[in-house]
């Protein structure tokens, strides 16, 4: 008599519901690596150009497109083109403030080492904003309004967070900007200003010599592999940070800076 046949070829409840759950997680990794590929290519594109991109079907992408879409995280324009969308401002917001306070023990450091004023800044659109200051312990010292939001061609940060990106990136930014002088020392045309990228990208710092404000240096080094742009400072009178000083606080920043990118690429939170 043959043997009777099990279930063995019928999925329990438990590895349909497992199926289900991997590809819930496979459709959420997937639309979240497409929103990055919108920002990469500047918060607008079309699905054939996210499809060539992506390597998924173009079937895939209308469908977490139009999820998407429907949750406010990506919207059509009139050119049947998708964009980012505004509810993605509010997470970026909030993320941007979190981002400030993990920063704030690696500033702490900066200041315990250097003497000087720490700040974080990211780069926002087409403006540099300060996300986290902590403050030096000298009665002259500088301060920087958490928030603020400066033009990037007369700061070191600003310098810092672009150095690495496209000329013709570069120009088009100041082009949108306008180049104003904030001081005598203001770098105030696209090409000194792509010369003094060039250096950047030579010695791994940006300086603001008297740039942003007379009587005031900043040094500041970008963020490695930060899941934003982000870059990291300090700043003080130029009777402190001076030549001397520099060679001195350069490698504290960066070593501070290697560290806080090994610490946001943690996915443990420590």
Same mark, same amino acid.
């Given at each position: !008599?043959?043997?009777?046949?099990?279930?063995a070829?019928?999925?329990?409840?438990e590895?349909? +519901?497992a199926?289900a759950?991997?590809?819930?997680?496979?459709?959420?990794?997937r639309?979240?690596?497409?929103?990055e590929? !919108?920002?990469?290519?500047?918060? *607008?594109?079309?699905?054939? =150009?996210?499809?060539?991109? @992506?390597?998924?079907?173009?079937? $895939?992408?209308?469908?977490?497109?139009?999820?998407?879409v429907?949750?406010?995280?990506?919207?059509q324009?009139?050119?049947?083109r998708?964009?980012?969308g505004?509810?993605?401002?509010?997470?970026? *917001?909030?993320?941007a403030?979190?981002?400030?306070?993990w920063?704030?023990?690696?500033?702490?450091?900066l200041?315990?080492?250097?003497? =000087?004023?720490?700040n !974080?800044?990211l780069?926002?659109?087409?403006?540099?904003?300060?996300?986290?200051?902590?403050?030096?312990?000298? #009665? !002259?010292?500088?301060?920087?309004?958490?928030?603020?939001?400066?033009?990037?061609?007369?700061t070191?940060?600003?310098k810092?967070?672009?150095?690495?990106t496209?000329p013709?990136?570069?120009?088009?930014?100041?082009a949108r900007t306008?180049?104003?002088?904030? $001081?005598?020392?203001?770098?105030?045309?696209?090409d000194?200003?792509?010369?003094?990228?060039?250096?950047?990208? =030579?010695?791994?710092?940006?300086?603001?010599?008297?740039?942003? *404000?007379?009587?005031?240096?900043?040094?500041?080094?970008p963020v490695?592999d #930060?899941? +934003?742009?982000a870059?990291? @400072?300090i700043?003080?009178p130029?009777?402190?940070?001076?030549? *001397?000083a520099?060679?001195?606080?350069?490698?504290?920043?960066k070593?501070?800076?290697?560290d806080? #990118?090994?610490?946001l690429? #943690?996915?443990d939170?420590?």
């Amino acid at each position: !008599m043959p043997a009777a046949k099990g279930n063995a070829d019928v999925p329990s409840a438990e590895s349909k +519901t497992a199926a289900a759950n991997a590809g819930g997680v496979q459709s959420l990794e997937r639309a979240f690596d497409l929103l990055e590929r !919108m920002a990469d290519a500047g918060g *607008e594109v079309g699905l054939s =150009e996210l499809s060539g991109s @992506s390597g998924l079907p173009l079937p $895939t992408i209308h469908r977490l497109m139009r999820t998407l879409v429907a949750c406010g995280y990506v919207r059509q324009q009139p050119n049947r083109r998708y964009a980012l969308g505004p509810r993605l401002i509010r997470l970026g *917001e909030s993320s941007a403030r979190l981002l400030g306070t993990w920063a704030r023990p690696y500033l702490a450091r900066l200041v315990e080492e250097t003497g =000087e004023t720490a700040n !974080m800044a990211l780069l926002d659109g087409d403006e540099v904003v300060y996300v986290a200051q902590v403050p030096s312990r000298h #009665s !002259m010292r500088m301060f920087t309004e958490v928030g603020r939001r400066v033009l990037p061609h007369s700061t070191g940060v600003g310098k810092a967070l672009l150095a690495t990106t496209p000329p013709d990136e570069v120009r088009a930014l100041l082009a949108r900007t306008g180049m104003p002088a904030a $001081t005598a020392k203001t770098i105030t045309t696209p090409d000194a200003f792509l010369e003094a990228l060039h250096l950047v990208r =030579e010695t791994g710092y940006a300086v603001d010599d008297n740039e942003q *404000e007379m009587g005031v240096r900043c040094l500041a080094v970008p963020v490695p592999d #930060s899941p +934003t742009a982000a870059a990291i @400072s300090i700043s003080g009178p130029a009777g402190r940070v001076t030549d *001397e000083a520099t060679q001195e606080i350069v490698p504290v920043l960066k070593e501070v800076a290697a560290d806080l #990118s090994a610490a946001l690429a #943690s996915t443990d939170g420590t």
